[in-house]
């Protein structure tokens, strides 16, 4: 059971914006950096964030990144039929001494 | 270009023992700590074991503990996991993946991974 809870899907149409919510505690998104990870049908998961807010190389800024205390936020912007996937957020938890991923959610573009 | 290429997943019976391997290249390995994923069908991603670029420190989480052992062979370039006393829960794709940044660095994200290899815990 994971201990960073994310919506099950969300939705929208193509050109709109659509954000993702993770929910954590202060052992671990309010004291670690939040990663996100996007999750393509049949792929490998692909880092999308990370340091809350930074994008590596050759991700587009349709894709961003917030923290708030022991919540963050990705936001997918100008939405594509190619961003149908799922998305999941990550970081470190210092009481587990475990990395932790959220519950996951899926993004359907109508 | 950086790679990571898993192999050793398989079907095994419950109670058996399988070890997966992770051929890294294009980045010097030992300066990484690197984890294992995994991934059941139809589930979400459920991180499984670390270890740092030197070896010497490594996490697992709960389920695990005991039973799957996680190593590395720098001079290898290549990252194990030993899979013992299987079960039928621990039937998923894993994936290995690279660590941000750092030797220690088991908290910045994981920013490669392999296409994974597939273990079935059946008999």
């Known amino acids: 059971q994971s201990v960073l809870t994310q919506p099950p899907s969300v939705s929208a149409a193509p050109g709109q914006k659509v954000t993702i919510s993770c929910s954590g505690s202060s052992s671990n998104i309010g004291n670690n950096y939040i990663s996100w990870y996007q999750q393509l049908p049949g792929t490998a998961p692909k880092l999308l964030i990370y340091?809350?807010?930074e994008r590596p190389s050759g991700i587009p800024d349709r894709f961003s990144g917030s923290k708030s205390g022991t919540s963050a936020t990705l936001g997918i912007a100008g939405l594509q039929t190619g961003d149908e996937a799922d998305y999941y957020c990550?970081?470190?938890?210092?009481?587990?001494?475990?990395?932790?991923f959220g519950t996951g959610t899926k993004v359907t573009v109508l | 270009e950086v790679l990571l290429l898993e192999s050793g997943g398989g079907l095994v019976p419950p109670g058996g023992s399988l070890r997966l391997s992770c051929a890294a290249s294009?980045?010097?390995?030992?300066?990484?700590?690197m984890t294992w994923v995994r991934q059941a069908p139809g589930k979400g991603l459920e991180w499984v074991s670390a270890i740092s670029g030197s070896g010497g420190s490594t996490y697992y989480t709960d389920s695990v503990k005991g039973r799957f052992t996680i190593s590395r062979d720098n001079s290898k370039s290549t990252l194990y996991l030993q899979m013992n006393s299987l079960r039928p829960e621990d039937t998923a794709a894993y994936f290995c993946?690279?660590?941000?940044?750092?030797?220690?660095?088991?908290?910045?994200?994981?920013?490669?991974w392999g296409e994974g290899t597939t273990v079935i815990g059946s008999s």
């Open positions: 340091d809350n807010d």
């Open positions: 990550g970081t470190w938890d210092i009481s587990l001494s475990a990395y932790v």
């Open positions: 993946a690279k660590g941000l940044r750092g030797r220690s660095g088991y908290g910045y994200g994981l920013d490669v």
């Open positions: 294009g980045f010097t390995f030992i300066n990484y700590a």
